[in-house]
């Protein structure tokens, strides 16, 4: 059993639904603290976070994930405890395993055998870690974000351990995310009698132009690194139930998915210059998740890509796609970001596991990369 498996192991066993750590960090700390690495333990809310740092000049690599795992739902449903580690058929099953605890494993092994074999080396390497990823992500890697942006601690170089991979271990490389804007619209009107529709205003009728402008607006086209930004209404609630009353209010929930070819404000710009052509009484409150980011394809990226070939014989390419990440607070401290793990084939899901083959191959790239980084 290769010391990441076993790592895996350990950490896949804290029952760390989100917000609880459940100890997952004290773990990972005490073997950074092996190391070397000096040790902060930030803590917002019911949230704990990581800061470890090894080294104290440039470049700086930093490892960012999180502990913090979705809820199991229906444990009958699972093959095995979803939080007792299970080897099976070549693949280690347990809640956490693909998301992401088995990166954290990986990159910590890496960094053990790297600093074994080159202790003196020049620049510094970090892990950023939360508990509260899988949440609402108020208290995680955005706070330590700004504690590390206050005293002007930069990274030159971040990987997110997400699960990235689709096919084969390494095929994907996360070098960007779009960005993520949500909105709640409230048309009002005046209820009233279904027979007596003089006597009140249907915000449903009132509302249906505008909506189906917005729905087939060609909000842009993307560009080289994003697929054009979509426009999707998720929720439409109105009505009192009754079949006989004209409601008064209606409320639909959106969300665009957007490239850098906008920024939150002109995206609401053009919604509200839509609605507003249809003399609607509105209001719309908004939440942005996050901007959206890019590591253009360069030296950091080639460098990636060359040690998931150099394990796998896999070729990579960049990509987009998929929903936001804690690499959007990270971004904003970070010179270049990427995000690579395993499989995403079974993430949130009943049964969720990892090929055991991928959690060392993982762990062998994480290293290669520190190699090049650090030559």
């Not at 990636?304 to 904003?332: H, P, W």
Request: one cysteine or more; glycine letters at 8%.
């Amino acid at each position: 059993m290769s010391d990441s498996l076993t790592l895996a192991k350990s950490l896949i066993s804290a029952q760390s639904v989100t917000p609880d750590d459940a100890g997952c960090q004290n773990l990972i700390s005490n073997r950074l603290h092996n190391l070397g690495f000096s040790i902060e333990s930030l803590r917002f809310g019911q949230t704990d976070n990581l800061w470890a740092r090894l080294g104290n000049s440039g470049p700086l690599l930093c490892f960012a994930g999180h502990t913090d795992v979705v809820p199991s739902g229906d444990t009958s449903r699972w093959i095995t405890p979803p939080f007792e580690p299970t080897e099976k058929d070549g693949f280690l099953y347990g809640r956490g395993s693909a998301d992401m605890k088995s990166s954290i494993a990986a990159f910590i092994c890496a960094c053990e055998r790297f600093i074994q074999t080159k202790p003196n080396f020049n620049g510094s390497i970090a892990f950023l870690i939360t508990s509260d990823e899988e949440g609402d992500a108020h208290d995680g890697t955005v706070k330590v974000v700004d504690v590390l942006k206050q005293r002007n601690e930069l990274i030159d170089y971040c990987i997110v351990g997400e699960p990235t991979s689709t096919k084969t271990l390494g095929d994907t490389i996360k070098n960007g995310r779009r960005g993520s804007l949500s909105g709640t619209l409230t048309i009002n009107g005046k209820q009233g009698h279904i027979a007596y529709p003089h006597l009140a205003k249907n915000p449903i009728h009132l509302a249906t132009p505008a909506l189906l402008e917005l729905t087939q607006e060609k909000w842009d086209d993307g560009n080289d690194y994003f697929p054009a930004t979509s426009f999707q209404i998720s929720n439409i609630h109105s009505g009192t139930g009754a079949t006989n009353v004209i409601p008064g209010v209606i409320t639909i929930q959106f969300n665009f998915r957007f490239s850098t070819e906008h920024t939150a404000a002109s995206l609401k710009q053009r919604v509200h210059a839509i609605l507003d052509k249809s003399s609607l009484d509105y209001d719309i409150q908004w939440q942005l998740s996050g901007n959206p980011f890019i590591t253009e394809k360069g030296q950091f990226t080639d460098i990636v890509s060359s040690a998931i070939y150099e394990v796998t014989k896999v070729t990579s390419e960049l990509s987009t796609t998929g929903g936001t990440s804690d690499g959007r607070f990270i971004k904003d401290i970070a010179k270049e970001l990427v995000e690579l793990g395993p499989s995403n084939a079974t993430i949130h899901q009943v049964n969720e596991c990892v090929r055991i083959e991928d959690i060392e191959q993982l762990s062998q790239i994480y290293e290669k990369i520190m190699h090049k980084i650090f030559q």
